[in-house]
């Protein structure tokens, strides 16, 4: 099946998600903690972090989770926001944070830009985050299409911001392939009919992605190899 078009997921995809993502979460839950370790620790738990290793569990609802779904999970523990200020605090907390490629996103991108092939990105983080994220990687410009849970297409595991892409780019889901880390990503890319491609660059395991996937790579860096199969 010919693909002109490829869809990625941000975190745990284009950018490896415990590299970037533990770091982060242990001084948020601390900042929003102020200082009261049981409610520190209430978070955690809540968010399946493990305060003892400093990483995300492969459970937690965090990985493919929105910043709205992650904020009214811990909004019973920050008495000193309201929900919908967490949500904020999250997207803009998010957007500044460290990050670390999959690979060398300019170079793999201009290489399947020299393809012809239309990329874009589709997140259920925040829309901010994600063009924070990728103009600070100078890689923001290679994408047609960057979308977040709030762009108004609405979020994975549901099909239409997949289909949102490939109306505004002019290209048919049969032609697109749906590139991630998560269930969420697969099972949406299949709902619209794309080719699906996971990675393991995020929490789950080949063995949790092979059966939603028409193929497993370790890592983004491996789709041109793919492509001249």
């Keep these: 099946m010919p693909v002109d078009a490829f869809l990625f997921d941000k975190d745990g995809t284009l950018f490896d998600f415990a590299s970037t993502w533990n770091s982060w979460a242990a001084d948020m839950l601390m900042q929003l903690g102020q200082g009261d370790q049981a409610r520190v620790e209430a978070m955690a738990e809540a968010v399946s972090f493990d305060l003892e290793t400093q990483a995300f569990r492969a459970d937690s609802m965090v990985i493919a989770g929105t910043n ?3 904020a009214a999970v811990l909004s019973p523990f920050v008495p000193q926001m309201e929900e919908a200020e967490l949500e904020r605090f999250l997207a803009k907390s998010a957007a500044a944070a460290a990050l670390s490629e999959a690979v060398p996103l300019a170079e793999f991108l201009d290489d399947l830009l020299a393809r012809g092939k239309v990329l874009g990105v589709m997140t259920n983080d925040a829309e901010i985050s994600a063009i924070s994220q990728l103009k600070r990687s100078g890689v923001l410009d290679r994408f047609a299409f960057v979308a ?3 762009s108004g297409h609405g979020a994975k595991p549901d099909a239409d911001p997949l289909l949102a892409f ?7 889901p049969q032609d697109t392939a749906m590139v991630g880390d998560s269930l969420h990503d697969l099972i949406a890319g299949a709902a619209a009919g794309m080719t699906r491609i996971g990675v393991l660059t995020g929490m789950a395991e080949h063995g949790d992605l092979a059966a939603h996937a028409d193929v497993v790579l370790p890592h983004i860096g491996h789709i041109p190899a793919w492509l001249d199969r």
């Design 148 to 150: 977040g849970f709030d």
């Design 68 to 70: 709205g779904e992650v």
């Design 166 to 172: 490939c109306a505004a780019i002019g290209v048919a």
